[in-house]
């Protein structure tokens, strides 16, 4: 499998000028973990997660070293630490040494990446341009398919998925956003969460009306979009993850 048959094709971003509580409300309005950053000019320039977020003056977690630790750090550090708590813009926080992926780059090197590295997400980019995300959820999704029968992906799945990701485009409430889909001999299974009763039964009743398709297997979450509660679909024995 390469990476194109897992990514996340619709891809939510921030820029490098967006506020701290821009970017917070991103995260938290589609339930992802991390973002990437955009420029103008539409150039990766940068990652942030939600360990950018971790240590915030606002919330009182800033760094706190006693004087000995303080006099200790160097300048540097110090000044690191000062720019990460206290920054208002994403520019201030995010991570500048980037490691992305190809379209095609094989799973396996996809996780030898991600375990070296010790990161939960790849940006897929081609010719400079990001196209898509990969992310341990992903992967994880993708295994949950794979393991109904042999390894290797046959060449119908993979049309059939870029055909339901595209009905899926097509839903007034932006479903590729809040939803993946893995496809294994023509068996559809649905990641991700949706706000709003019965989305996920237009989201299976969307893949099911693909060509190809034998079965729709819905792993949908509800999450309420005020408290943040998320059930799990009853049909689904294992809890559904993030998308991204």
């Not at 023509?186 to 969307?206: E, K, P, Y």
């Amino acid at each position: 499998m390469k990476a194109r048959d897992i990514m996340i094709r619709d891809v939510v971003s921030v820029t490098p000028d967006c506020s701290i509580a821009e970017m917070a409300q991103k995260m938290q309005q589609f339930r992802v973990s991390g973002l990437p950053v955009i420029n103008a000019e539409g150039e990766l320039v940068g990652v942030v997660t939600e360990g950018d977020c971790l240590r915030r003056a606002e919330t009182g977690t800033q760094v706190k070293r006693s004087g000995w630790r303080s006099f200790l750090a160097s300048p540097e550090t110090l000044a690191g630490e000062y720019i990460r708590s206290h920054g208002r813009k994403v520019s201030d926080v995010m991570t500048r040494d980037l490691i992305t992926i190809g379209e095609d780059t094989d799973l396996d090197e996809v996780i030898h990446l991600m375990e070296k590295h010790q990161i939960k997400r790849l940006p897929v980019v081609r010719d400079g341009s990001v196209i898509g995300i990969v992310s341990r959820a992903n992967l994880v999704q993708a295994l949950a398919g794979l393991v109904r029968g042999s390894g290797s992906v046959h060449p119908d799945d993979v049309e059939i998925r870029e055909k339901v990701l595209a009905e899926l485009g097509k839903l007034p409430w932006t479903a590729r956003e809040f939803i993946s889909a893995t496809v294994k001999d023509g068996i559809v299974d649905l990641w991700g969460s949706f706000t709003a009763f019965r989305q996920d039964q237009a989201a299976v009743i969307a893949a099911g009306n693909v060509p190809g398709v034998k079965e729709v297997r819905n792993h949908l979450a509800w999450v309420d979009p005020v408290s943040g509660l998320v059930i799990y679909s009853p049909d689904d024995s294992l809890p559904a993850e993030q998308v991204s």
